[in-house]
């Protein structure tokens, strides 16, 4: 909450600041600024009405919204600039032109996002249904009340139309150009080069670490936070120094066989490698060394009575010691300390489960904790009567740092495969081009593996956060190089000359693009301010993002869509 109301004014300011630069109006900034708070309203209501819990992650989604959502708005206003005739045809024109890429754009962002329905995390998947329905509500917000405002405008407007001073404009168009030219004259060459950097980038991001803790969305700045980190470090707190491992046994536990069994599987862990000794014996707390240490050291007579009559000095039930003799003791010590009976004891009506507590160092290596994992539960076979699972806090996070890592490969394949297909239908429906799709999605598999080499070398793991990135980056980049594309075709029909479509798709949405790039890249970098440090690097990494996505459509596609051009219509 303190983050959000210390990001989303400055997120605002930094979008109209940006705004005036590129629009050069501020009416036109704030009809644009209307329409996004439209959207972000509606996210919250549907988030509402089907009753989403708002988190460290769902906080993000309006400065996302914010970075993402005007983007519409610019290449909306600026195509509608650029048109000519009166007021509705003016407004056909930009819905015909630039409204189509907008659609195929926000199919493929909501695609991204909803690939993280895929994760088994809640988080995850809450986070992904409300950005996707967040993009979706601007698309149409923008859209419907975008056009429609400045056809009722129009004549007043007529005057300070295309305002951007030229001066501004030809700079971002001398720039953004070289792509064009690059890949117009030189498009072999480029790409050649562009292959290097990814290959380079993609074995880097071979050594990325996948990590999960939640004490990484503790704020940094509080005391009480600072406190905590000490006491883990120096102190057996909380996981701090101290690690230990869990078998739940459920079933008949107050059974004699339940005894052979704990004391079989004790005996199996004995030779475990990471399993803490002392005086060559397991470490372990279960309810057999609970009692048995209480008749030893409590000095209460009539259970060490009872316990010498139905136990042996091991620890284990003498022959002939029944379930209602166990059932018994069990009784007695929740009576006598049912606090440390509860903690490796549960009793619901009857005893149902018991815990066995085994201390272990595995130095924190993923390797051995997933050895230990599975260390145990072979030792837990004489448990076969009974329903038994394996866990702890080094095993859990191993486990989902794992999870994690299949389902982001999951949701980076559903969301380029997805995205594949829809550009490829989308196209070749328009165009009847299946190619023309796929060139399209190229690039920004290159930006996939230039910000995974990017996060490896600026030593940025994979977390909770930043595992949704790579996704990111298909749904989210592909959009500007939809609008390269579909601006080029558009010119190449036009004129028939492959150099002049590629400088012409270039520059004529260059503007925009730069405009649009600028706005979502300052939403995203407002995050690093956050004071969670996984939202920090969310925002970074995503911001990184965008402005690849941006080079990409810029720098690189043109080359792909001038070899293209070159094979379906032919000429240099």
């Known amino acids: 909450d303190k983050s959000m109301e210390m990001l989303m004014p400055a997120a605002v300011i930094m979008i109209i600041i940006v705004l005036l630069v590129v629009f050069r109006s501020a009416v036109d900034a704030l009809i644009s600024l209307i329409a996004l708070a439209f959207s972000i309203i509606w996210m919250y209501g549907f988030g509402a009405a089907f009753h989403f819990e708002f988190n460290p992650m769902t906080t993000a989604i309006p400065i996302l919204l914010i970075g993402l959502g005007i983007d519409y708005g610019i290449h909306l206003t600026m195509r509608y600039r650029e048109e000519e005739g009166d007021g509705k045809e003016r407004v056909k024109k930009t819905l015909n032109t630039v409204g189509a890429a907008l659609l195929l754009a926000t199919i493929t962002s909501m695609v991204a996002f909803l690939s993280n329905l895929v994760s088994p995390i809640k988080l995850l998947q809450q986070f992904g249904i409300l950005s996707a329905f967040g993009i979706f509500s601007a698309f149409i917000t923008m859209l419907l009340f975008v056009p429609s405002v400045q056809q009722l405008r129009r004549k007043r407007k007529e005057k300070k139309e295309g305002n951007i001073t030229k001066h501004g404009k030809a700079v971002v168009n001398k720039i953004i150009g070289a792509g064009a030219t690059a890949g117009s004259r030189h498009p072999l060459a480029v790409i050649i080069v562009v292959i290097a950097i990814t290959a380079l980038s993609g074995f880097a991001s071979l050594g990325l670490d996948t990590t999960f803790n939640t004490n990484d969305f503790l704020p940094e700045e509080l005391e009480v936070t600072q406190d905590l980190h000490y006491l883990m470090n120096n102190f057996e707190f909380m996981g701090g120094e101290a690690q230990h491992a869990y078998i739940l046994v459920k079933g008949d536990v107050a059974s004699p066989s339940f005894y052979r069994a704990l004391n079989e599987t004790i005996s199996n862990i004995a030779d475990d490698e990471s399993v803490v000794k002392v005086d060559g014996n397991v470490e372990v707390q279960s309810i057999a060394t609970v009692m048995r240490n209480y008749a030893i050291t409590s ?61 272990t160092n595995t130095g924190g290596d993923n390797k051995k904790i997933m050895e230990l994992y599975d260390e145990l539960k072979k030792d837990a076979a004489p448990f076969y009567q009974f329903k038994v699972s394996v866990t702890g806090d080094e095993i859990v996070t191993v486990m989902t740092e794992k999870t994690l890592n299949e389902g982001q490969t999951e949701s980076l394949l559903l969301t380029i495969i997805s995205s594949f297909i829809i550009l490829v239908i989308i196209f070749y429906l328009r165009d009847k081009s299946v190619m023309l799709g796929i060139i399209t999605a190229i690039p920004i598999i290159f930006c996939v593996s230039w910000i995974l080499g990017s996060m490896y070398l600026l030593g940025i793991s994979l977390n909770v956060m930043t595992i949704t990135i790579a996704s990111l980056t298909v749904g989210l980049g592909v959009t500007y190089a939809i609008h390269i594309s579909h601006r080029f075709v558009e010119e190449v029909e036009k004129n028939g000359d492959i150099e002049k479509a590629a400088h012409r798709a270039v520059n004529s949405t260059g503007v925009s693009l730069f405009g649009a790039a600028a706005t979502t890249i300052a939403g995203f970098a407002l995050l690093s301010f956050s004071l969670m440090p996984p939202l920090q690097q969310f925002g970074e990494m995503t911001a990184l993002t965008i402005l690849y996505a941006f080079i990409s459509a810029v720098f690189i596609l043109p080359s792909f869509l001038t070899l293209w051009a070159r094979r379906k219509y032919g000429g240099n």
């Open 299 to 359: 000095g209460d007579k009539t259970f060490q009575s009872l316990y010498s009559k139905y136990f042996d000095n091991s620890g284990m039930p003498r022959n002939g010691t029944t379930e209602e003799n166990i059932t018994a003791l069990y009784d007695y010590i929740f009576n006598a300390n049912g606090k440390m009976a509860s903690s490796v004891l549960h009793k619901d009506g009857s005893y149902d489960a018991s815990l066995i507590q085994i201390s």
